[in-house]
Nanobody, 124 residues
Framework: QVQFVESGGGVVQPGASLKLSCAAS????????MTWFRQTPGKQRELIAA???????DYADSVKGRFTISRDNAQSTIYLQMNNLKPEDTAVYYC??????????????????WGQGTQVTVSS
């Protein structure tokens, strides 16, 4: 059974940094594209970052240049380094896996097996 456990969220001021972690189990991390999503109340989950099995990365425009996705296959964990955080980054952050790294396909893909997410709040 595939499971994701996200952690590292918190309450920070604008301009601060946070590093999120996602521990995956029940799967071989190295075989999959891994993704980060975020969701705010009343809105759909938004794909914000993806990393392929070959470490190619892609980002939503809203986070490009500020967020960095990375992976540690040996630890079966992915990370999201978030710098220069803004109030609009406030959301619950989730990770998931995919079999494609094509962004246009990822944004239309139905994902299941969501973890509990980790709350990030950016407020002064």
């Amino acid at each position: 059974q595939v499971q994701f456990v996200e952690s590292g969220g918190g309450v920070v001021q604008p301009g601060a940094s946070l590093k999120l972690s996602c521990a995956a189990s029940g799967m071989t991390l190295s075989l999959f594209t891994m993704t980060w999503f975020r969701q705010t109340p009343g809105k759909q989950r938004e794909l914000i970052a993806a990393i392929s099995p070959h470490d190619n990365t892609d980002y939503a425009d809203s986070v490009k240049g500020r967020f960095t996705i990375s992976r540690d296959n040996a630890q079966s964990t992915i990370y999201l380094q978030m710098n220069n955080l803004k109030p609009e980054d406030t959301a619950v952050y989730y990770c998931n896996r995919a079999v494609t790294s094509n962004w246009k396909i990822l944004v239309r893909t139905h994902f299941d097996s969501w973890g509990q997410g980790t709350q990030v709040t950016v407020s002064s």
